[in-house]
């Protein structure tokens, strides 16, 4: 039975209230049955607050749900669940010891009696990773999976459910192009049958080419529904910020200097002679697939992994870290790319998360209160950073701001190199501008930059100098004015036939 255009569910004058914050107030969407409908807004602007109320996660503190014609208000996940409602949330919610068979049936375990049919769940679990041509072994740990394989689990969680609505709160921030483009193709199968579909990105583009409207949110308020064809990115853009923003780039003069991070022949745990250099002021961007080996020999050089072969040199001098407390101490920084599991303390206060790093050098005593009140107010500043005390735990505050405070806890320890993994997944369109002419300042200033983005357009707005790596091999160094996306690609997936790899550094 395809009802395809029928209301499949109506959201009326929906509010929750966080203490003081009003994360949703009033706010109103409608969906249809075969319907992508796109949920856009700011860092914060309530979206995931209204995914969670949906899905019996968190209880509203009023207005009224129609779910199928029926008013509903789920107290579980599991009711919404056994309603048709399935969701890929947006922080990754899988348990990292338990094996993928277990993720994709962890609250659900059919089998009576206690009695679990692993042969059958084993079968299951493969049809769904089919679906979206994931192929890993259904008994490995997540732990041991990367952040992209969790994601496409995720996915195929949602898919192995049989829901009528599946609400996807961006479920693609770590996939690569090609992954991200067997998804649609899935949303459109599921359009086809009829299939429900809230999705909810930071990519406009992206949500222009898929939906059939689109509702932003703002600051917890509903602004409006745009069909697509009425809809451009910017009126979009405008409808998010409630403001026209200024998208012209700051540009600060490139002020490149000495070799400051030399890596020569450098062999581990998926890569393999691996030869570059970053210098003072210079913003190298690393590019490539998922899997490419690009966080491996980031995190080696960091000190948070192994290497077995090869040198790094910085400031002139070998070194080999041996913990990333050491490349801290020696003026490095990395962000990492999965905020969740290696970078946020969830219970701790946000100003706590963003001092952290930089504690132990403040000056001891009286004055340190205020000093890590005042660091913490400044990044928060200079990030702007949405929050409503900065003594609320980390936890409280949207996907998009978590992921500024962990950016900030790195500035705030002023690195002479930075490491950034993905550094605006999740970040909204006007806080990654932020972020782009805080890179482009911190480079002037000559902090040597190393950027890991599966972004195309970042890394061509950004980068001096792009890295390109397939397979654990360095298959491309190309200067800025010689990249465009499409030789990315071919560098990318190791179709390029010259593999012109300066071995020096100058360019
Ligand atoms: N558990 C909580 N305690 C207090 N405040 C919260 C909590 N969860 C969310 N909030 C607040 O509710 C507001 C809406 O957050 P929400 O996560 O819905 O935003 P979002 O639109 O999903 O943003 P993003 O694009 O960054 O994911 C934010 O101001 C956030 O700080
Ligand atoms: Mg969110």
């Known amino acids: 039975?395809?009802?395809?255009?029928?209301?499949?569910?109506?959201?009326?004058?929906?509010?929750?209230?966080?203490?003081?914050?009003?994360?949703?107030?009033?706010?109103?969407?409608?969906?249809?049955?075969?319907?992508?409908?796109?949920?856009?807004?700011?860092?914060?602007?309530?979206?995931?607050?209204?995914?969670?109320?949906?899905?019996g996660i968190i209880p509203r503190n009023g207005g009224r749900v129609l779910f199928e014609g029926n008013e509903v208000d789920y107290q579980r996940p599991i009711e919404a669940l056994h309603a048709g409602i399935a969701i890929i949330h947006q922080e990754l919610s899988m348990m990292p010891s338990l094996n993928v068979i277990e993720n994709m049936y962890m609250g659900r375990m059919p089998g009576r009696f206690g009695i679990v049919n692993w042969k059958d769940l084993e079968r299951r679990t493969r049809q769904a990773m089919a679906l979206i041509d994931l192929h890993v072994d259904?008994?490995?740990?997540?732990?041991?999976?990367?952040?992209?394989?969790?994601?496409?689990?995720?996915?195929?969680r949602a898919l192995s459910v049989n829901a009528k609505l599946i609400?996807?709160?961006?479920?693609?921030?770590?996939?690569?192009?090609?992954?991200?483009e067997r998804l649609f193709a899935v949303i459109d199968s599921l359009k086809a049958r009829g299939i429900a579909i809230i999705y909810v990105s930071h990519k406009i583009e992206e949500v222009l080419r898929i939906s059939d409207r689109i509702t932003v949110f703002r600051d917890g308020k509903y602004v409006g529904t745009v069909d697509r064809e009425d809809a451009t990115e910017q009126k979009i853009i405008n409808m998010m910020v409630g403001r026209e923003l200024d998208r012209t780039a700051i540009s600060v003069p490139d002020k490149i200097g000495d070799v400051l991070l030399d890596v020569r022949d450098l062999s581990g745990p998926g890569f393999d002679k691996v030869n570059f250099a970053v210098r003072k002021g210079e913003i190298v961007a690393f590019s490539g697939l998922v899997g490419a080996g690009r966080s491996e020999v980031a995190s080696a050089i960091f000190g948070a992994r192994p290497f077995t072969d090869g040198e790094i040199t910085f400031y002139g001098r070998p070194v080999r870290f041996k913990s990333p407390k050491h490349a801290i101490r020696a003026g490095i920084a990395?962000?990492?790319?999965?905020?969740?599991?290696?970078?946020?303390?969830?219970?701790?206060?946000?100003?706590?998360n963003i001092t952290m790093a930089e504690l132990p050098y403040m000056s001891k005593g009286v004055t340190s209160d205020g000093?890590?009140?005042?660091?913490?107010?400044?990044?928060?500043?200079?990030?702007d950073i949405r929050l409503?005390?900065?003594?609320?735990?980390?936890?409280?505050?949207?996907?998009?701001?978590?992921?500024?405070?962990?950016?900030?806890?790195?500035?705030?320890?002023?690195?002479?190199?930075?490491?950034?993994?993905?550094?605006?997944?999740?970040?909204?369109?006007?806080?990654?501008?932020?972020?782009?002419?805080?890179?482009?300042?911190?480079a002037a200033?000559?902090?040597?930059?190393?950027?890991?983005?599966?972004?195309?357009?970042?890394?061509?707005?950004?980068a001096h100098r792009i890295v390109v790596m397939h397979e654990g091999?360095?298959?491309?160094?190309?200067?800025?004015a010689d990249a465009s996306e499409e030789a990315l690609m071919a560098y990318a997936t190791g179709i390029a036939d010259d593999f012109a790899v300066p071995a020096e550094v100058s360019s």
């Open 138 to 156: 259904p008994y490995a740990a997540v732990q041991d999976l990367t952040i992209s394989q969790r994601q496409m689990i995720e996915i195929a």
């Open 334 to 352: 990395m962000v990492q790319e999965d905020r969740k599991v290696l970078s946020l303390f969830m219970d701790m206060t946000i100003q706590r």
């Open 167 to 180: 609400i996807m709160d961006e479920p693609n921030s770590s996939l690569t192009q090609g992954e991200s």
């Open 388 to 442: 409503a005390s900065l003594d609320d735990p980390v936890s409280s505050l949207s996907g998009g701001n978590q992921q500024k405070t962990v950016l900030s806890r790195w500035l705030a320890t002023t690195p002479k190199l930075l490491i950034l993994d993905e550094p605006t997944h999740g970040v909204d369109v006007g806080a990654k501008a932020e972020i782009y002419d805080l890179i482009r300042k911190l």
């Open 1 to 55: 039975m395809n009802q395809t255009g029928a209301e499949i569910l109506r959201v009326e004058a929906v509010s929750k209230r966080y203490g003081g914050v009003h994360a949703l107030e009033q706010v109103n969407f409608d969906l249809r049955y075969g319907e992508v409908h796109a949920l856009v807004g700011e860092n914060g602007a309530g979206k995931s607050t209204l995914i969670k109320v949906l899905g």
């Open 445 to 462: 200033q000559g902090v040597g930059v190393m950027l890991i983005s599966s972004e195309l357009p970042e890394v061509l707005a950004l």
């Open 371 to 383: 000093a890590e009140r005042r660091l913490a107010q400044q990044m928060v500043r200079s990030l």
């Open 473 to 480: 091999r360095i298959t491309g160094i190309l200067d800025r």
